[in-house]
């Protein structure tokens, strides 16, 4: 009897401590959203700062690792590989300015053109110049550069692709440590372009097929390629050291707070073969690698190639998905606006990615109201569940596109998944908590919209189902510290570190 009424006890005392506890996340909850609601009525802007910099995030999950980097920390590599920088425009020698020279013979006091990282920190005018030449740090202030902004946004990677790859893993547990920082938990980051194999035959078969070649003429010239690249011993083994560079790339990186995947990739702006190839090496490593969670296909969406290939790009993916079809794709798409091309090309880039390629993601979706039946396609990406990859900051400095001119809050009335994200937060000079800023102080979402959006970062991730629930509860847990130190801001309390 007497151990019958202390079990009794200590359950009722559970029961009680539990809702207290649960009284108080309430209550935590109640006071964040209201201190947030205020905050973005009154335009609170440095306030709000602060509490998006504090807001759990989840995941970051269209995020390009090259683009992330900042031009500070690529000089520190480029130190560390003893490279030098051209400080002058020399045509005859074939140096240009700022950009990296990477053989050693040019790097004495042969060519006093090309200085070391040491004298490029000294010299306080050409070191900010290279910034903003390596990034969009004041293009819009002084247009740095006499060219169009989103080609300076593309030009940027060309400077430092001599030292972008230069140590993977060091660079991505310098991008964790920054994530961690602005609590977030997950990244599924475009890391390295997946490898391309030539064939004289079944190459030429697909660069020569025509503008107006069927689908079956198209999947004719895929298979007899796709056959050759699966017993190929060469292709093959491209496609294993790829992989086993991600693994290497990668080693050490998760633990008990964060977590990090791989999507591979093609460039949209090679010859048709070659993207073909590559895209059958990107579907096999996702098939068959834990980390590389994805395919994803890239480069500025306005070029000559990129436009001339969309359709034959979308038929490759149908094809492979057919043949792999597990792997998960997330596409950009929609990355254009009127005048940036002509008005047919805004047409379909999105409903083709939805419905021919089978896309799980769109990338920036930025032209859907000039897609012919953007309200049809709305409500397919509603019903089939299709997240927008939302980058504000991008968008803003590519296209021009911002404010009420984004299409975000037509994605949010009509149902479509929305997450936020940094696309290429070094070029951009932002982070994912400025996205987080730009999202709350333009667009306003009520406080439960807000946490939803962040929990889409997980839910629409290619996580396993299982490491999907872990984040989710890592997430609640993170959202109840959040809430419970916000709630004594709110109050006015100071906060002990
Ligand atoms: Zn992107």
């Known amino acids: 009897m007497k151990k019958i009424i202390s079990t009794f006890f200590l359950i009722s005392f559970a029961l009680l401590t539990h809702s207290a506890t649960a009284d108080t996340a309430q209550q935590n909850r109640q006071a964040t959203s209201n201190y947030y609601t205020k905050l973005v009525k009154q335009q609170r802007l440095s306030e709000l700062t602060m509490l998006m910099t504090m807001l759990p995030k989840g995941g970051d999950i269209h995020h390009h690792y090259t683009g992330a980097i900042y031009a500070e920390h690529y000089l520190d590599w480029v130190a560390q590989q003893g490279y030098c920088i051209y400080r002058e425009n020399d045509a005859q020698q074939k140096q240009e300015k700022f950009r990296i020279e990477t053989r050693p013979q040019f ?10 990282v040491d004298a490029v920190r000294q010299d306080n005018t050409f070191y ?13 202030h002084h247009l740095t550069a006499p060219v169009a902004p989103d080609q ?7 400077y430092f692709a001599p030292i972008s790859k230069f140590n993977t893993n060091q660079g991505l547990k310098l991008l964790k440590e920054r994530a961690k920082a602005e609590n977030q938990q997950y990244l ?48 093959q083994k491209k496609i294993a050291d790829y992989m086993e560079e991600i693994s290497k790339d990668v080693a050490g990186i998760d633990d008990n707070d964060f977590q990090i ?7 949209r702006n090679s010859a048709p073969s070659k993207v073909f190839s590559s895209l059958f090496a990107a579907f096999s490593a996702s098939q068959d690698h834990p980390i590389i969670v994805g395919v994803n296909i890239l480069k500025a969406e306005n070029d000559v190639v990129a436009l001339r290939d969309y359709a034959l790009h979308m038929q490759m993916f149908a094809y492979l998905k057919q043949h792999f079809p597990r792997v998960r794709l997330a596409m950009h798409a929609g990355e254009l606006t009127l005048g940036l091309v002509s008005p047919e090309q ?28 953007a309200d049809q396609l709305l409500a397919t990406m509603k019903e089939r569940n299709i997240a927008v990859e939302i980058n504000l900051s991008s968008n803003d400095i590519i296209l021009g596109v911002k404010g009420q001119a984004h299409p975000i809050l037509v994605y949010m009335r009509s149902g479509v998944p929305i997450v ?52 989710q509860r890592q997430l609640d847990q993170r959202f109840l510290e959040f809430e419970a130190a916000t709630a004594k801001i709110a109050k006015g309390e100071v906060r002990k570190f």
Not at 422 to 433: E, H, I, Y
């Open 128 to 140: 900010r110049a290279l910034l903003a030449t390596w990034s969009m740090l004041d293009y819009e």
């Open 420 to 471: 936020i994200s940094s696309d290429d937060m070094g070029v951009s000079r932002n982070n994912l908590s400025h996205e987080y800023f730009l999202f709350a102080s333009r667009y306003h979402p009520p406080y439960d919209t807000l946490k939803k959006t962040v929990y889409n970062s997980i839910r629409y991730s290619f996580l396993s189902e299982q490491d999907k629930t872990k984040q």
């Open 152 to 158: 300076h946004f593309f030009n940027t990677f060309g």
């Open 188 to 235: 599924e980051t475009m890391l390295k372009g997946a490898p391309s194999t030539d064939h004289p035959q079944f190459s030429a078969t697909i660069d020569a097929l025509p503008q107006d070649a069927s689908v079956a003429s198209m999947h004719a010239a895929f298979k007899e390629f796709a056959d050759f690249l699966a017993q190929d011993a060469s292709a």
């Open 346 to 373: 805004l047409q379909n880039h999105i409903h083709s990615a939805v419905t021919i390629a089978g896309a799980a993601r769109i990338g920036h979706g930025v032209d859907i109201m000039h897609e012919a039946k």
């Open 261 to 267: 995947k791989v999507q591979t990739y093609v460039s």
């Open 107 to 116: 790097i004495n006091d042969t060519n006093k053109s090309c200085i070391k």
